[in-house]
């Protein structure tokens, strides 16, 4: 606008006057013209350098949306954390919840794992309980998966000798094998190492205790489920004596046992006993379980 406004006046004095005062003021003009333009340009290149400086300033600007960007990190830091809040929770809804002033329970199954300990297990976690699992050496190889099973699921572990003979009648040397060599199959095949232990038959006295050095837990009922192989005979063995405290022998090697294990533990549940583990009981009755020593119950 500026330039067609020099313009008018150059063509203007042009016209009103000539020669050399003409000449004069058409320089003149020109001179501030060409200012005028160089200041345009000036102006222009300032406006260019706002420009330039101007999506500087918006990085700037941007600098706290970036400053907020590792917050917004941080957030996003804390979605995973609450999603493993989540998780936890959900094992808190899973996990059992024991209340030492209620009666409990702890059923035990020797001579396994077997094809049958799969069954007691689904019985077990439908009823929200676990129970003890004294295993065989000899088996833990041939079923490792069920054996990995029943710790997954919280039932304990105890160690009931490599192949079952009666502890009384073997070497010293032969008795490590038994007792150790069987805690080492199962650490081998699960990482966990069993606390308690139970002879074969119950046979032990003080000095083989002592001998095997753990924790002996033998049982207040027997439902002789090895012998009469009869689901009701298993389920009245149980239902008829059980009190608060009992440690209940059964066997997962037989499908009656199997059978009975989906009668007693709905009903022992159904009665108000808590079914805990072996070690579980110990902890809410306040009895040290002391290697060597042995135990029959926890009453109170
Ligand atoms: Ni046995």
């Not at 020669?19 to 300032?46: D, E, P, R």
């Not at 300990?117 to 019985?123: C, D, F, H, Q």
């Not at 989906?262 to 379980?289: A, F």
Request: hydrophobic share 35%.
């Amino acid at each position: 606008m500026l330039c067609i406004g020099y313009m008018i006046q150059i063509y203007g004095l042009y016209y009103k006057e000539g020669g050399y005062i003409l000449t004069k003021k058409v320089l003149a003009v020109s001179l501030a013209l060409l200012m005028s333009l160089l200041n345009m340009g000036t102006f222009t290149n300032v406006e260019a350098r706002e420009k330039e400086v101007l999506p500087v300033e918006e990085n700037v600007q941007y600098t706290p949306p970036q400053e907020e960007t590792p917050a917004e990190e941080a957030s996003a830091e804390e979605v995973p954390a609450e999603a493993v809040e989540v998780t936890y929770e959900e094992q808190e809804v899973n996990k059992r919840v024991i209340d030492p002033t209620k009666p409990m329970v702890a059923l035990t199954f020797d001579d396994g794992p077997s094809k049958y300990t799969a069954e007691i297990l689904k019985v077990l976690k439908e009823n929200n309980s676990v129970a003890t699992f004294f295993v065989l050496g000899s088996e833990v190889n041939k079923y490792k998966d069920v054996l990995n099973q029943v710790i997954a699921e919280g039932n304990e572990i105890g160690n009931h000798s490599y192949n079952h003979k009666n502890l009384k009648t073997i070497t010293d040397e032969e008795l490590y094998k038994q007792v150790q060599g069987t805690d080492d199959l199962v650490y081998i095949a699960s990482g966990y190492t069993p606390k308690v232990m139970r002879p074969p038959y119950g046979i032990s006295d003080a000095e083989l205790n002592k001998k095997i050095n753990k924790p002996i837990v033998k049982w207040s009922i027997d439902t002789l489920d090895w012998k009469n192989r009869d689901t009701d005979k298993v389920v009245a063995a149980v239902l008829n004596d059980v009190k608060d405290g009992d440690i209940v022998l059964m066997h997962d090697l037989y499908d009656s046992t199997a059978q009975a294990a989906k009668i007693i533990i709905p009903k022992l549940v159904e009665q108000g006993y808590q079914l805990v583990t072996v070690s579980e009981m110990s902890e809410y009755r306040d009895v040290t379980l002391t290697q060597g020593q042995q135990y029959y119950s926890m009453y109170k």
